[in-house]
């Protein structure tokens, strides 16, 4: 019964809470590009707010304290990611991460650890994958992570969930783009391109404390 208790907290956090910061987030951050200076800092600083509760909740909900999600650094996190997909799935995942590229992430990393934990819980649930792969490499001025399934497929444009726009609006937040190519029988690939460091806007990067 705890168990059924703590899914149903994670299912109304998730679906409840998390959506209602990922809008209040995007629509703020629509507004920020015609704000005048002061008011697109204020925006920022909000936003960058918002994103470090969701990252908080998100890191809860699976049960992580938020400050130890990270304390092997990007690449132990995601490693272990994979690891805890693998028994939990069956799913043989390769993993290839280059250094520099991962390091370029240093700032963002909480998002991509909730973005790959995404993208993998919807390899699990829908793909029925024989195999997944796992990159971050570097590409010219931005980091490019590719997660790619040779599962079943299915069509961006038709896909409804809050997953999928979560991760949009996640990845728009960091100031990078969300590609997902996919067709029916064609497998999976999520892409998401990051801006190198010094592109993104201000508020991608972690506040000080
Ligand atoms: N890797 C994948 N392989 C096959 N189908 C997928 C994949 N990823 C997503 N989909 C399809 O896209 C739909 C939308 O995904 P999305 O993550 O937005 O929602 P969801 O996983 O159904 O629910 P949740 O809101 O809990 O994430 C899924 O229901 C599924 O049909
Ligand atoms: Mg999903």
Do not use: C, W
């Amino acid at each position: 019964a705890i168990g059924a208790d703590r899914s149903r907290i994670a299912r109304e956090l998730h679906d409840g809470v998390v959506q209602t910061l990922f809008a209040a987030a995007f629509r703020l951050q629509l507004h920020a590009d015609e704000a005048p200076e002061a008011l697109r800092t204020t925006i920022q600083q909000t936003t960058a707010g918002i994103r470090e509760a969701i990252n908080d909740i998100q890191a809860y909900v699976h049960g992580l304290e938020p400050s130890l999600v990270m304390l092997g650094g990007l690449g132990a996190s995601l490693k272990q990611l994979a690891v805890e997909f693998e028994s939990s799935s069956g799913i043989p995942v390769t993993v290839d991460l280059e250094p520099n590229a991962v390091a370029a992430l240093d700032g963002v990393d909480t998002d991509i650890v909730q973005l790959v934990r995404e993208a993998l819980s919807n390899v699990r649930r829908h793909a029925r994958a024989r195999r997944v792969a796992l990159t971050i490499r570097e590409a010219a001025h931005a980091t490019v992570l590719e997660v790619r399934d040779d599962g079943r497929g299915f069509s961006p444009e038709a896909a409804q969930g809050l997953g999928l726009r979560n991760l949009r609006t996640r990845a728009g937040l960091l100031g990078g783009q969300l590609e997902l190519h996919s067709g029916p029988g064609k497998g999976s690939l999520v892409r998401l391109v990051v801006p190198e460091p010094q592109q993104r806007p201000e508020s991608a990067e972690s506040l000080p404390v």
